[in-house]
Structures are given as structure tokens and as C-alpha cells.
């Protein structure tokens, strides 16, 4: 079956360390992938995707991901995390054919201490 | 450029009782999709609609209802509401509807609907 695992549900950093979520798929070929990120109370707002081509993509708020075919991975990346990064993150697939059917990951809880 | 509106924000109902949710897509785009989110369950598929037709459902059982307007708003329905109806209903929508699945979603804010 097709699924999206986060394995880590909540993650503590300190301001200006780096960041890595982690998130794998299964599926039998290339999805398209995504990573959103939801503020309490607010909807999700889309960071970055993969469709095809460089396998590192750049996104908002110094954001970026690396596709990782070999591992059927898609893990978010930042240099720095900042206080106001503290939000919940999303990994999300659209699976070939399945239009705007997005299966979404359990979700990482980002916490940021000063 | 507005974004995705949700309304209501926010909603009470009772058990038994029905709801219609409403979302006006980002102007110019065709395909709306609607997610539920739940504590228990993360973040669902409940169905997508692309020129008034509904193209893709999720596993939700038939009191989920939906539709879509000529001019792209949508609406949800749940009927014979429950308690475990209860969660962040989001809309999304998209400037096309590729089957590809190669979209990008801009989501609304979300409408919370709690059933006592």
C-alpha cells in the first residue's frame, strides 16, 4: 500500500541549530512530494516540491529538501532554525494518477528553545 | 491576490445535526480538494472536484457529501452528524487539475467543527 511515515513525531532544537525532519514514502515509483507547514490555528502552507529534476530543491524560509530515490526518502533541511520555526511539519505524496489526492505523513511537532 | 476562504472559521453542532462548509477557491482556479484533520487520524482525503465534477473520493462513508459551483466555490456536507466528526476541515485548491498529481495546493485557514 501506498503510505508516508515521519518517524519523529516531536523534535527539540536550540535557535541557530540545524534541522533535518525526516520522511519516507513507499511507493512503486516517483511520487510527487511535498512538505507543508501548519502554524496552531492556521491551515498549511506549502515550503517546497519535488516534481522531477535537481533532486535538491529550495524553498521558503530557508527550507530545503533533498529526494533521495535509493532510500524513498524526502527529508527537509535547515541550516539555522530560527524561534519563529516552532510549527508542526508535514511530509506529503501525490501519487501518479491520483489527481489532487495528497497523503499526508503523521506530522513532526517542532519545538525551538532560545 | 486573495487567498483560499473558508467559512465558516468555526462551528458548534450537535449529534444528529447536518453541516454545509463552504470554500471560495484562490480566483482562477478549477480544482478543489477537502482534507479533514483529526487529532487520531492526521490529515485525510475526503474528495476533489474539478469543473463541477467530483474526480477522486476518499474512505469516508456517504454522509461526507460535496459539491462544486460553476464558479469553483465548493461545498461539503455531513450529514447525521457524530462526535467522532469532530476536526479541522481543510480546502485546497489548485490552478489545475493535472491527474498527474503534479499540483500545487494552496489550503485554506480551515473551518473547526466540534460536535457535542
Not at chain 1, 541550516?79 to 489532487?100: I, K, M, Q, R
Not at chain 2, 485525510?44 to 467530483?54: P, V
Not at chain 2, 455531513?78 to 489550503?107: H, I, K, M, P
Request: charged share 15%; aromatic share 12%.
Amino acid at each position: 500500500a501506498q503510505s508516508v511515515t515521519q518517524p519523529d513525531i516531536h523534535i527539540t532544537v536550540s535557535e541557530g541549530a540545524s534541522l533535518e525532519l525526516r520522511c519516507n514514502y513507499s511507493y512503486g515509483a516517483t511520487p510527487y512530494l511535498f512538505w507543508y507547514v501548519q502554524s496552531p490555528g492556521q491551515g498549511l502552507q506549502l515550503l517546497l516540491k519535488y516534481f522531477s529534476g535537481d533532486t535538491l530543491v529550495q524553498g521558503i524560509k530557508g527550507f530545503e529538501a533533498e529526494f533521495k530515490r535509493s532510500q524513498s526518502s524526502f527529508n527537509l533541511r535547515k541550516p539555522s532554525v530560527h524561534w519563529s520555526d516552532a510549527a508542526e511539519y508535514f511530509c506529503a505524496v501525490a501519487f501518479t494518477g491520483g489527481g489532487n489526492k495528497l497523503t499526508f505523513g503523521t506530522g513532526t511537532q517542532l519545538k525551538v528553545e532560545l | 491576490k486573495a487567498g483560499v476562504t473558508q467559512t465558516p472559521r468555526y462551528l458548534i453542532k450537535t449529534r444528529g445535526q447536518q453541516v454545509t462548509l463552504s470554500c471560495s477557491p484562490i480566483s482562477g482556479h478549477r480544482s478543489v480538494s477537502w482534507y479533514q484533520q483529526t487529532p487520531g487520524q492526521g490529515l485525510q482525503f475526503l474528495f476533489e472536484y474539478f469543473s463541477e465534477t467530483q474526480r477522486n473520493k476518499g474512505n469516508f462513508p456517504g454522509r461526507f457529501s460535496g459539491r462544486q459551483f460553476s464558479n469553483s466555490r465548493s461545498e461539503m456536507n455531513v450529514s447525521t452528524l457524530e462526535l467522532g466528526d469532530s476536526a479541522l476541515y481543510l480546502c485546497a485548491s489548485s490552478l489545475s487539475g493535472q491527474r498527474s498529481g503534479a499540483n500545487v495546493l494552496t489550503f485554506g485557514a480551515g473551518s473547526r467543527l466540534t460536535v457535542l
